[in-house]
Nanobody, 122 residues
Framework: VQLQASGGGLVQAGGSLRLSCAAS????????MGWFRKVSGKEREFVAA????????SYADSVKGRFTISRDNANKMVHLQMNSLKPEDTAVYYC????????????????WGQGTQVTVSS
């Protein structure tokens, strides 16, 4: 599966952004999907994950209650709604696909999008 992330940008603290990830291929619903983020000089960080059948989600503690992951299997899309953004959310965000039902560790993901920059100003 090929993944294309979009929706990043510059937003003030407290604002919102919605990231989207478009997938190609016929087996999108066979993959657990996730979002990760990376800041230069730091380790890649798990953000959120959603199960193949959209019946289970998982979030990093740092984003719980502010971010919502969703997927649309019919249109092969996964989204990350980000509310109440903070400067520490600034990072490049990546969508990824895992053969697992749902996964939170990056090593469980085989497919990665190109990343989209999110910058939150204070």
């Amino acid at each position: 599966v090929q993944l294309q992330a979009s929706g990043g940008g510059l937003v003030q603290a407290g604002g919102s952004l919605r990231l989207s990830c478009a997938a190609s291929g016929r087996t999108f619903s066979s993959y657990g999907m996730g979002w990760f983020r990376k800041v230069s000089g730091k380790e890649r960080e798990f953000v959120a994950a959603i199960s193949r059948s959209d019946d289970s989600t998982s979030y990093a503690d740092s984003v719980k209650g502010r971010f919502t992951i969703s997927r649309d299997n019919a249109n092969k899309m996964v989204h990350l709604q980000m509310n109440s953004l903070k400067p520490e959310d600034t990072a490049v965000y990546y969508c990824a696909g895992s053969p697992d039902w749902i996964a939170t560790r990056h090593v469980r993901y085989d497919y990665w999008g190109q990343g989209t920059q999110v910058t939150v100003s204070s």
